[in-house]
């Protein structure tokens, strides 16, 4: 089982900018799905952003063009550039890696915005 650590999270105001990484304690090359989600209080947790192994990336309509997501299988990292940072935004950002047979969360990162 891989386990993923994410960090990069904290208190931006709007507007701002933050990169979100995610560093598996092994290969990542084999996994369908690197996805970054989120969960702010008091909601469910949503996707926001995918990248598949074939090179397809995926985003919610709510962070198109504002956000990036990225995987290094070479690093076994996925990055989740964040740009033009709402309220809205503010929640745990969690990373996730998918196949089939086998599903790994990290722990989370909070991302706060506010003035």
């Known amino acids: 089982q891989v386990q993923l650590v994410e960090s990069g999270g904290g208190l931006v105001q709007p507007g701002g900018s933050l990169r979100l990484s995610c560093v598996a304690s092994g290969s990542i090359s084999n996994f369908y799905a690197m996805s970054w989600y989120r969960q702010a209080p008091g909601s469910q947790r949503e996707l926001v952003a995918a990248a598949y192994s074939s090179g397809r990336t995926l985003y919610i309509d709510a962070v198109r063009g504002r956000f990036a997501i990225s995987r290094d299988n070479a690093k076994n990292t996925v990055t989740l550039q964040m740009n033009s940072l709402k309220p809205e935004d503010e929640a745990v950002y969690y990373c996730?890696?998918?196949?089939?047979?086998?599903?790994?969360w990290g722990q989370g990162t909070r991302v706060t915005v506010s003035s």
């Open positions: 996730k890696a998918w196949k089939i047979g086998q599903e790994s």
